[in-house]
């Protein structure tokens, strides 16, 4: 049996809606990290006398978060300024994530944040160091009650 041709994320495509916009923008040049968490269902469990093992039962899928790493860039082109912006909304602006492992273009499969009700709830800010040659980085969490999977189009 022959192994299935394996994947690069060097042609993942990225990106974001944020705060009243309803289309979705490319931010591929200046993301380098997305970072989805183990997605995980609520589980009950009782012990009972008469029996060795619990009785487990199983309920609702918890809310994630997805962690998006960027590089600054400084001016309006830079997607920081979005997520500042809906960071900084009274109770938060609408931002979502949406990212397609094998790139931008079409029947591919690619995964979003809910386009209504995902916050960022985490943003670190661009920082440097002297004596370090790194790009400047910028990160933020974006909240949501599920990811889910499309077809890119």
């Known amino acids: 049996m022959a192994l299935p041709a394996g994947m690069s994320s060097c042609a993942m495509c990225v990106q974001l809606m944020t705060g009243t916009t309803t289309t979705w923008s490319t931010t591929s040049s200046n993301m380098s990290v997305v970072d989805p968490p183990t997605a995980t269902r609520m589980t009950g469990e009782a012990y ?13 899928r918890e809310p994630v978060d997805v962690t998006v790493r960027g590089i600054w860039a400084e001016g309006t082109a830079d997607p ?11 109770c938060g602006g609408t931002t979502a994530v949406r990212w397609a492992p094998a790139g931008c273009t079409t029947a591919h499969d690619a995964f979003s944040t809910s ?20 790009p400047i980085m910028y990160e933020f969490t974006v909240h949501t009650p599920e990811v889910t ?4 189009a």
């Open 149 to 152: 999977r499309a077809t890119w």
């Open 48 to 60: 009972v006398f008469g029996e060795d093992t619990a009785l487990v039962t199983y309920g609702k």
């Open 80 to 90: 920081f300024y979005n997520i500042y912006l809906a960071w900084t909304t009274a």
């Open 115 to 134: 386009t209504t009700a995902s916050r960022v709830t985490a943003l670190t800010f661009p920082a440097g160091d002297a004596g370090d040659g790194s």
